[in-house]
Each structure stands twice: as structure tokens, then as C-alpha cells.
């Protein structure tokens, strides 16, 4: 993964996947560049879908410490 998708955060990524998507549905491209839209898409699901996962570790710790405090 380049150092612009790892900068790229999730509503960016999100945002150009969704473009992304447009422009593969609405045809009328050579193959050679759907192929690379294609990648790119996916490349992009990836960074959102890292970022998804995060937010939910983050929100999984703070739900045990609250646990933790109800309980303790």
C-alpha cells in the first residue's frame, strides 16, 4: 500500500470508491482502464475497510472499560 493510502482517511477513501463504482457502472471505458479502476477500487475498499476495523477496536476497548467500571 502507497503512503497516500495510508494518509487517505475513511470518508476520502470512501468518497472516491464511490466514483470509483460510478464510472465502472456507467461503462464506456477500454479495458485497460476499467482493469486499473478496478484496482484502484479495490485498493480503496481495503483502506476503508482498515479503518472500519480500527473504529471498531477502539469502540470494543472503550466498551470493556466501561464493562470494567459497571462491574467494579
Known amino acids: 500500500m502507497s503512503s497516500t493510502e495510508t494518509a487517505l482517511g ?3 477513501a470512501r468518497d472516491e470508491l464511490v466514483e470509483v463504482v ?3 457502472e ?3 471505458l477500454s479495458l485497460e ?5 478496478w484496482e484502484r477500487g479495490e485498493a480503496l475498499a481495503k483502506t476503508c475497510e482498515r479503518h472500519l476495523d480500527g473504529a471498531k477496536e ?5 466498551l470493556a ?8
Open 33 to 37: 482502464d476499467s482493469i486499473a479502476l
Open 65 to 72: 472499560v466501561v464493562e470494567e467500571d459497571v462491574e467494579g
Open 10 to 12: 475513511y470518508e476520502a
Open 22 to 24: 460510478r464510472k465502472l
Open 26 to 28: 456507467a461503462g464506456g
Open 58 to 62: 477502539r469502540i470494543d476497548a472503550a
